[in-house]
């Protein structure tokens, strides 16, 4: 595990699955009518590997962050169509959580001021500092990754929420039109938790759902997701993964998982549990709604035909 994978959370530790390589590349949209200033911050941002999109005019840069998953905004203020304080307001308006950072001319403090309270991240002004632009931009992506990793997770077990699977669910589906790739879905749940809890109190409860998804990342390749979805149920979105292959990941999951005593401490008994799982295929047109009703058929049929089993 290396260190920078490890984030802290309130009540533990997580492993931060989706920080790759890949995923330290950032997009940033640059948006500016003077040249020079683009060429320069976009050579510079290049070199440190992120992916740059530059554009002079404003209707053009809404069109991009539409579409496009921007992470980062460099703008002028005064621009031909739209100003920055304009973009700054639409943003707001669409509720769209990219942070931006001005890069202007306009050094009166009144603009500052104004640019703050509408919400820009940061304010440089030109003649600018290419060293200190790099330093500032760099800091604004750590505090936006640090935000992104806080509204997407579930900070008790530190997996993702049900809100994040709804946006990472449809990036997939747009890979399998794009890379031919396989996508399938589990829906785990706890066996009789409701008796653990009841039986050794909730601490242990507590303490056996983190213990589980501990265990269920050692299964896991880098880009299977793990969202909690209520209180004992979980949903694995395999990557590249079909039916099949999903199954033998959850098998070999179950039968660690039943082989497994989780123990609190010393005062508590070792405790055994097992889990029910319910699988299914995604293909590019299904609605998010029809993929979870296809898993959760699954695995009523499994804590119908006595649980502790995996169906497709
Ligand atoms: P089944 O095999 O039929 O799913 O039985 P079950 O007891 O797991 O079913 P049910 O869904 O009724 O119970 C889920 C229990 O999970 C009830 C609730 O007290 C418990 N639970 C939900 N969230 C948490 C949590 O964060 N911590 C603890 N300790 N328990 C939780």
């Known amino acids: 595990?290396?260190?920078?994978?490890?984030?802290?959370?309130?009540?533990?530790?997580?492993?931060?699955?989706?920080?790759?390589?890949?995923?330290?590349?950032?997009?940033?949209?640059?948006?500016?009518?003077?040249?020079l200033t683009l060429n320069i911050i976009k050579d510079a941002f290049e070199m440190r590997g992120h992916s740059i999109i530059t554009t002079s005019k404003s209707y053009d840069a809404i069109k991009i962050i539409t579409e496009l998953?921007?992470?980062?905004?460099?703008?002028?203020?005064?621009?031909?169509?739209?100003?920055?304080?304009?973009?700054?307001?639409?943003?707001?308006?669409?509720?769209?959580?990219?942070?931006?950072?001005?890069?202007?001319?306009?050094?009166?403090?009144?603009?500052?001021?104004?640019?703050?309270?509408k919400g820009v991240d940061d304010y440089i002004t030109k003649p600018f500092n290419l060293e200190e632009v790099i330093a500032r931009v760099e800091r604004a992506l750590e505090r936006n990754d640090n935000y992104k990793a806080r509204i997407n997770?579930?900070?008790?077990?530190?997996?993702?929420?049900?809100?994040?699977?709804?946006?990472?669910?449809?990036?997939?589906?747009?890979?399998i039109k794009t890379d031919g790739i396989k996508l399938s879905v589990a829906f785990v749940d706890i066996d009789k938790f409701k008796e653990i809890n009841d039986n050794y109190g909730h601490l242990v409860g507590d303490f056996i759902l983190k213990e589980l998804i501990s265990e269920l990342k050692e299964h896991l390749e880098d880009k299977d997701l793990i969202f909690r979805f209520g209180g004992d149920e979980f949903i694995i979105l395999f990557f590249n993964k079909d039916e099949e292959a999903a199954y033998s990941i959850m098998e070999s999951f179950r039968n660690s998982i039943i082989n497994k005593k989780f123990r609190y401490n010393e005062l508590k008994p070792h405790i055994n549990i097992s889990?029910?799982?319910?699988?299914?295929?995604?293909?590019?047109?299904?609605?998010?709604?029809?993929?979870?009703e296809r898993a959760d058929k699954c695995l009523y049929r499994s804590k119908n035909s006595g649980r502790n089993s995996t169906i497709c």
């Open 1 to 35: 595990i290396k260190e920078e994978n490890i984030l802290i959370s309130d009540s533990n530790y997580y492993i931060d699955n989706e920080k790759t390589e890949e995923n330290k590349r950032k997009k940033i949209l640059i948006l500016d009518d003077d040249v």
């Open 69 to 117: 998953d921007i992470d980062l905004i460099i703008s002028d203020i005064v621009l031909p169509e739209l100003d920055g304080f304009k973009i700054l307001e639409l943003l707001k308006r669409k509720n769209m959580h990219v942070p931006v950072i001005f890069l202007t001319a306009k050094q009166v403090i009144q603009d500052k001021i104004e640019a703050l309270s």
């Open 153 to 175: 997770r579930d900070t008790f077990t530190g997996a993702y929420n049900k809100t994040y699977f709804e946006k990472k669910i449809k990036e997939y589906q747009n890979n």
């Open 275 to 292: 889990i029910s799982t319910g699988i299914t295929y995604v293909s590019e047109i299904d609605e998010t709604s029809m993929i979870i």
